[in-house]
């Protein structure tokens, strides 16, 4: 079946293995299916939800650009483009924040965990950010939106939002509802530091991530550094329960190397973390340095990039205008 794809990164910076492993790897993917169609966007709409210095914000949304493209996005096949360029979203998202309910944001656990325990000092946007997500997607009548587990929730609102304005403006099947496509296995990558929370662009610690921009020897290090417990590794699944350090590490070199997590705990059983590190920084290395290196030389030209984004929003725009025409149609503009 065909399936109409969309997901967005934020351009915060600091792209880690968890982007690649949970989304960016997965984008590719889908993209190298002839059967999607992919839309692929820097949301930087959604970065200024949290302070952002404008200097850094721009090169932040040429780095999460060429990422993309380092990590085998193609711009010929998929429409990649930046949030802000495309007007439509930001007028969708404000006819979506009226059919939306107050009490289905008051359900979301990422604002809570996101604005921390001063809810009064957090911006509206970073509470309405939901909503300016679904009109992402609903604009391009996504199918299917790849996203890590984090984002499962926030998908559900989509739904929500999408078959509440089919029905209060009695126009069934006008929005589609996207369903979440979230890997199974690695949907979350860990902290090197603490196998309980997850990798992520905030943690203030640099041993706590693989950033896709590190160097070689940055990124054999800070494996050999990463946090494990005292026992060997298990012979089967069930002795990962309660090694939170062991599963991640495993599950790790399993995604990199595309086999199943039980071919690679019959690989390590009964071996030592050392022996594990040191195959994950060379499978690692293997895998993260040339997309490092191809994002480092894409950005010393920041024209093409320019471009490249350019060119997809004005596709992006042609799709996201037809809808917005529509929805003022229907809601009686
Ligand atoms: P963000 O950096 O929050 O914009 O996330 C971009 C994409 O990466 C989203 O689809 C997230 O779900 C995914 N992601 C972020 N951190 C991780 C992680 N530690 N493990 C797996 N996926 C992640
Ligand atoms: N909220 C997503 C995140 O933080 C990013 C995002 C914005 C997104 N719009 C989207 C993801 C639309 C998928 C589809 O990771």
Not at 88 to 97: P, R, T
Not at 144 to 171: C, T, W, Y
Not at 284 to 293: A, H, Q
Request: glycine letters at 4%; a positive charge.
């Amino acid at each position: 079946m065909s399936k109409k794809i969309f997901s967005g990164v934020q351009p915060t910076g600091n792209l880690h293995l968890g982007n690649y492993i949970g989304a960016i790897k997965n984008f590719v993917n889908l993209q190298n299916d002839n059967n999607n169609s992919c839309i692929y966007c820097v949301v930087d709409l959604h970065a200024i939800t949290i302070n952002q210095d404008p200097i850094q914000l721009k090169k932040n949304i040429r780095e999460t650009a060429a990422t993309f493209i380092a990590s085998g996005l193609d711009y010929k096949k998929s429409i990649i483009f930046n949030q802000s360029l495309v007007p439509a979203h930001s007028e969708a998202s404000w006819i979506l924040s009226c059919v939306a309910r107050m009490g289905w944001l008051n359900r979301m656990t990422q604002f809570k965990e996101k604005a921390g325990k001063d809810k009064e000092k957090a911006s509206v946007g970073l509470y309405v950010y939901p909503i300016l997500m679904a009109a992402d997607i609903l604009l391009y009548d996504a199918t299917h939106v790849p996203v890590g587990e984090d984002q499962k929730q926030h998908l559900e609102l989509s739904r929500d939002i999408a078959n509440k304005f089919n029905l209060d403006f009695k126009s069934p099947n006008f929005f589609v509802a996207p369903e979440p496509l979230i890997q199974k296995n690695f949907a979350r990558i860990m902290s090197l530091k603490d196998g309980n929370k997850k990798m992520s662009k905030s943690d203030p610690s640099e041993l706590s991530r693989i950033n896709l921009t590190d160097s070689s020897d940055q990124i054999s290090n800070k494996i050999k550094k990463a946090k494990t417990d005292t026992q060997t590794l298990p012979d089967n699944e069930n002795g990962l329960s309660k090694r939170p350090e062991a599963e991640n590490l495993l599950g790790i070199y399993s995604s990199l190397s595309d086999q199943p997590l039980t071919k690679t705990i019959n690989e390590f059983s009964g071996k030592n973390f050392s022996d594990l590190k040191e195959k994950l920084a060379n499978l690692v290395v293997e895998k993260i340095s040339p997309i490092s290196y191809e994002t480092n030389k894409l950005l010393k030209d920041e024209t093409f990039i320019d471009k490249i984004l350019k060119d997809g929003a004005d596709k992006a725009n042609e799709i996201a205008y037809k809808k917005i025409i529509n929805i003022k149609k229907i809601i009686g503009f």
